[in-house]
């Protein structure tokens, strides 16, 4: 976090790209092709959004510490729009004096004229979806580029210069061994990322992939073999000078994500564009998902809003303490208790200390998070403080 944070109220601000070259089947994202679509209609009408918020009285209030461009493939668009995009909110919106700005890119969308112009605009967080290394994997899930097109796409970005470089990679794909999933996390160090972003596949039903499970035709590894995978992740990452700050992620000293903290502490945050969330002043906003009537709307001087949640103070309380044990140091008690007038143990009680009994959760100098036990079944753990 920077040092002009201490006196500014956190936000972060995340712009919604839903366009792709094509959906992958195992994605639920608001997503689509950009086949058909209006590119040019869409980022007019993001910046419409952004003008709008602000003069909103929140947004007077905060200073942005992130801006993350995220999709959808943002980089399906031309660099000068995206950095168009980039420059127009950085004038528009009040941020910290140096603001994280990441940009998702999946490698076949990817050339050195694009990111160097993207770099010049003030991106200096660029997060490749890779997803594996290897081609007969890649295919299996659908994605659009091959292992070459992934590794020129990280030449490209460490030749542009930008300081700081995500890569995501997924395991427990369709007939991936437990040696291919160590080949590509060996792949990924030799690259030397700041950041790793490591997720087991998730099959949702409303996918491709779904249907497939449904019919009996996903030929998904054992979940021993799954386990074996997970398994395999830390020690490797820790010898090679990462440390993992919360379930899915690793990153090198000083390199853990602004944008993702800021989600994980359930502070505040704007999203703009067609499906972007926002959070703020005790209320959760959707936004409409179909990037045409997001512009229809836009263009006719209206709300792109679809619903606004009021969070009562109590699901506050417990989505702040779910969301901060994703982190391994987990959420400080204090600080909980100066938030929300709660802690855990007096809002929980007989199940909190069953967790604890179970070797699940513990508390550690005013620090309450999941134990090495709990972190490889994080999701089953705290699906009983929902």
Not at 312 to 333: N, Q
Not at 344 to 355: D, E, H, N, Q, T
């Amino acid at each position: 976090m920077h040092a002009d944070l201490l006196t500014s109220v956190v936000a972060g601000l995340y712009i919604h790209i839903p366009f792709c070259v094509s959906k992958c089947p195992y994605c639920s994202f608001a997503s689509r092709p950009l086949a058909g679509q209006d590119p040019t209609g869409y980022l007019a009408a993001i910046l419409a959004q952004a003008r709008a918020m602000a003069n909103h009285p929140w947004t007077r209030k905060v200073r942005f510490a992130s801006l993350y461009v995220g999709g959808g493939t943002p980089t399906v668009y031309p660099g000068a729009d995206l950095a168009r995009l980039i420059e127009s909110c950085l004038e528009l919106l009040p941020f910290t004096a140096a603001p994280e700005i990441s940009v998702e890119a999946n490698p076949n969308t990817v050339t050195l004229e694009k990111l160097q112009t993207l770099r010049r605009a003030g991106v200096n967080r660029l997060s490749i979806g890779v997803q594996s290394f290897s081609d007969r994997l890649l295919t299996a899930i659908g994605r659009a580029h091959t292992a070459k097109e992934a590794h020129a796409a990280l030449d490209l970005a460490r030749a542009t210069g930008f300081p700081n470089l995500n890569l995501d990679l997924i395991y427990g794909l369709p007939g991936q061994t437990l040696a291919d999933w160590q080949t590509s996390l060996a792949t990924a160090m030799a690259i030397g990322p700041e950041h790793l972003s490591l997720y087991e596949l998730m099959v949702e039903s409303d996918t491709p992939f779904g249907d497939l499970q449904r019919a009996g035709k996903l030929a998904l590894p054992a979940e021993d073999e799954t386990v074996a995978m997970a398994e395999a992740i830390c020690a490797p990452l820790m010898a090679g000078g990462y440390a993992r700050y919360e379930i899915s992620n690793y990153s090198r000293p000083g390199y853990q994500c602004t944008q993702n903290l800021i989600y994980w502490h359930n502070d505040s945050y704007l999203g703009l564009g067609a499906g972007a969330v926002s959070s703020f002043s005790g209320l959760r906003i959707k936004t409409v998902e179909d990037p045409a009537l997001f512009i229809k709307l836009l263009q006719a001087g209206g709300t792109p809003f679809l619903e606004a949640e009021g969070l009562p103070l109590e699901a506050s309380f417990r989505e702040t303490v779910i969301m901060g044990l994703r982190l391994v140091k987990g959420v400080a008690v204090r600080d909980l208790e100066q938030r929300f007038g709660l802690t855990p143990r007096a809002y929980y009680g007989a199940v909190l200390r069953k967790l604890e009994d179970q070797g699940l959760i513990e508390e550690v100098a005013g620090q309450l998070r999941l134990t090495r036990k709990g972190l490889p079944i994080a999701n089953q753990a705290l699906a009983r403080l929902v």
